[in-house]
């Protein structure tokens, strides 16, 4: 029951922005869209969350679109140490429960290039 | 601020056998959640654990089975082990319900 749909791999040259991008066109409109990112098998990371207005920290910045029914994660400045897969994830609800959970795709492999 | 832990970091049992992975959550979460992710899939949700009950699952049978103590830690043990529950099981833990999840590293179970 994935709810997000993203390209399986991109290639980003180092220094350049990397604009990944992620369909999420059946999101309901309280269901917020995180992006993780995992390397080499390690435990996901944080990287950046938003329901609706664009979004930027340190890390990255998050552009979602009015109809909400996509968005794109912009890392500014990629560096070899970006490369990771990267997942784009919607929070739903557990019914019921007044809890959420994860629904995490495929997710984008990108591997950054010197 | 410690982060999650998990343990072991990787594991090796038979099929039919039992299996116990531990989760300490980070300092002052109190929800965890577990997910299984395959080889080269994304995470798949598990169960989620609040107040030391679980209030949330997901399409996985009654042989994946939790816990939570006082503490916020939390266990996941899977009974009749099958080749299929070969993977990193992943532990997240969250300050509140609304998500928010610090992963830990996971601990990569064998089924042979």
Redesign the interface.
């Known amino acids: 029951d994935?709810k997000t749909t993203q390209p399986p791999s991109m290639d980003c040259a180092e220094g350049r922005a990397a604009n990944l991008p992620c369909n999420h066109s059946t999101i309901s409109g309280n269901e917020?869209v995180?992006w993780?990112r995992q390397i080499h098998?390690?435990?996901?990371?944080?990287i950046i969350?938003g329901l609706k207005n664009n979004e930027t920290n340190e890390m990255a910045s998050l552009i979602i679109t009015e109809d909400r029914k996509s968005s794109t994660l912009i890392l500014p400045h990629a560096t070899l140490r970006d490369t990771a897969v990267y997942?784009c994830i919607v929070?739903v609800a557990?019914l019921g429960?007044?809890?959420?959970?994860?629904?995490?795709?495929?997710?984008t492999r990108l591997k950054v290039l010197a | 601020e410690t982060g999650v832990t998990q343990s072991p970091t990787h594991l090796i049992k038979t099929r039919g056998q039992q299996v116990t992975l531990r989760c300490s959550s980070q300092s002052g979460h109190n929800t965890v959640s577990w997910y299984q992710q395959a080889l080269g899939q994304g995470p798949q949700f598990i169960f989620q654990y609040y107040r030391e009950e679980e209030n949330g699952r997901g399409n996985f049978p009654p042989r994946f089975s939790g816990l939570q103590f006082p503490n916020y830690s939390s266990e996941l043990n899977v009974n009749a082990l099958e080749l299929d529950d070969s993977a990193l099981y992943l532990c997240a833990s969250s300050p509140a319900l609304t998500g928010g999840y610090t992963f830990g590293s996971g601990t990569r179970l064998t089924v042979v």
């Open positions: 994935a917020y995180y993780y098998s390690q435990g996901p990371q944080y969350h997942y929070r557990n429960s007044g809890t959420y959970k994860y629904i995490f795709g495929t997710g």
